[in-house]
């Protein structure tokens, strides 16, 4: 390990991303990610025994309950209702009545192919169609990543129970909850969906519950992106904005295994393509770009605004199904075009348990045609959320912006060694990054024992560069990065998207 990764280590938790480090728990990060593990799970045990109140006729699995009883959540006697109350224009719908989409048609919608050494996931149709592709081709490997990784995570002991309370409290849009149904029937018709470390078999809201494990465990991730002045050099790029990103998570060799780079392409009007770079049975957006070119890069926050356990109780959108609904949605703001307000929009008209950032950006010359920075952090938190952008007055100037884990708009900075060595770097090259400066500054801030996949975007060419950590590697010895074209991840069925 090199001596800036060594420093930077101690900003992230072991890796395996159990519980967090002395140093989350002792200041930097007071979110629910970066607060004990146990923590985590507590927001959903209680926010059963909250649901079990307002419905005592909920159906819950005889494991979730004694495990409730036994960390005294759900009590003898009845705890006081936590009414949800009325939500904000714009909320997502929690629960469908019938199949969203036309209908369940049980036929693969999908493709599964190997690019250069990486897996691609292409799914197409209604949301149960394309969950129903991505379970039926990647049953194997969404069993390893519960089996293998998840329980290591979340116990047995409370697996059930915390699957039980987010099905009564997660606020999810209604879209995703029917894309999980149809990766569990997937599953079942291609082999089945038995979980040998659960001993039965897999269920909607277990795989949900998996798609919430950054709102459990503490994870770190770090980005930065460079326009106009700082890339008009670059001969590719003539000004266009680009990002690059660090997935900086685990070095579980099942959560290693099972990388997928997903491209959806949804039936409905109302979506729009997006491509994930994720793990099979991961339908949230961690690293994700949409059809117009908006990139949403998660990272996880440690701030100090997270939901208390009776706030958390009233309901929640989990982070990473949240920002997948955003990034599918064609015009939540309703002005007829698809931009990153959008995004925004609804992240902000939704409800949060913890602290997280996302990175978000989208083609430079688009965002200056309407009026708006191609770039913005967005942090986020129970308590508010906050925007964040490039300055004439920061040490990376008015046309780079960087974000590692600690807030920056909702609360005064932190000492970061990362963010520091960005902005060394950005200062030895007087503001300026191409492409392939940008990259390597990438890689130097990564963390050496946690990261996944670093990952390069230009927004306005719909491409990105992948570079997938392989098991047991490092990942400078890891394969090289692989580019991927918008085209060639939709191009291998009649009537693709281009």
């Not at 879209?175 to 089945?192: K, N, P």
């Not at 356990?309 to 959108?317: I, K, N, P, Y």
């Amino acid at each position: 390990m090199n001596a800036a990764n060594a420093e930077n280590a101690a900003n992230l938790p072991p890796a395996g991303a159990r519980p967090p480090s002395p140093e989350l728990r002792s200041g930097h990060g007071r979110g629910l990610r970066a607060r004990d593990y146990a923590l985590g799970v507590g927001v959903l045990v209680a926010a059963l025994a909250s649901a079990c109140h307002r419905n005592p006729g909920a159906d819950i699995p005889a494991d979730a309950e004694l495990s409730a009883r036994a960390t005294g959540a759900l009590p003898a006697a009845a705890s006081p209702s936590l009414d949800k109350g009325p939500r904000a224009p714009g909320d997502l719908v929690e629960e469908a009545d019938a199949p969203i989409g036309g209908g369940e048609d049980d036929a693969v919608h999908g493709t599964l192919r190997t690019i250069d050494g990486q897996r691609v996931l292409h799914v197409w149709g209604s949301p149960y169609e394309m969950g129903y592709a991505h379970g039926s081709l990647l049953r194997e490997a969404i069993v390893k990543v519960v089996d293998d990784y998840a329980l290591g995570a979340i116990p047995k002991a409370t697996f059930g129970v915390a699957s039980a309370s987010l099905a009564k409290t997660g606020v999810i849009d209604a879209r995703l909850r029917d894309e999980a149904r149809g990766v569990i029937a997937g599953m079942e018709a291609s082999g089945g969906a038995h979980s040998r470390g659960l001993g039965r078999a897999l269920t909607v809201d277990d795989l949900l519950l998996v798609n919430t494990m950054t709102d459990l465990v503490a994870i770190g991730c770090s980005s930065v992106s460079a326009w106009g002045s700082a890339t008009v050099t670059d001969p590719e790029l003539k000004g266009e904005l680009a990002v690059v990103r660090n997935l900086d998570w685990a070095a579980d060799p099942a959560l290693l295994e099972s990388q997928v780079i997903i491209a959806y392409e949804p039936s409905s009007a109302e979506e729009q393509p997006v491509v994930s770079v994720a793990f099979a049975g991961y339908i949230g957006c961690l690293s994700c770009i949409n059809g117009a070119g908006v990139t949403g890069l998660f990272n996880m926050g440690y701030g100090d605004g997270a939901a208390s356990l009776t706030e958390a109780a009233a309901g929640f959108a989990p982070a990473n199904l949240l920002l997948r609904s955003a990034m599918s949605a064609r015009d939540v703001d309703g002005d007829g075009r698809s931009t990153a307000d959008d995004v925004i929009r609804r992240i902000e008209a939704s409800e949060h348990a913890g602290s997280y950032i996302v990175h978000l950006v989208e083609p430079a010359k688009v965002a200056k045609a309407g009026g708006r920075p191609p770039a913005r952090v967005i942090e986020v938190e129970a308590a508010g959320v906050g925007v964040r952008t490039a300055s004439e007055g920061s040490r990376l100037g008015p046309e780079i912006l960087a974000a590692t884990n600690h807030l920056r708009e909702r609360a005064a900075p932190q000492a970061c060694s990362r963010y520091r060595r960005i902005e060394q770097t950005v200062a030895a090259r007087e503001l300026s990054l191409r492409l392939e400066p940008l990259w390597a500054l990438g890689e130097a801030v990564r963390i050496d024992e946690a990261v996944v996949h670093t990952m390069l975007v230009i927004p306005a060419k719909r491409q990105l560069s992948v570079r997938l950590r392989a098991p047991g590697l490092s990942m400078s010895r890891s394969p090289a990065p692989v580019v991927h074209r918008w085209a060639e991840l939709f191009g291998d069925r009649p009537g693709a998207e281009g």
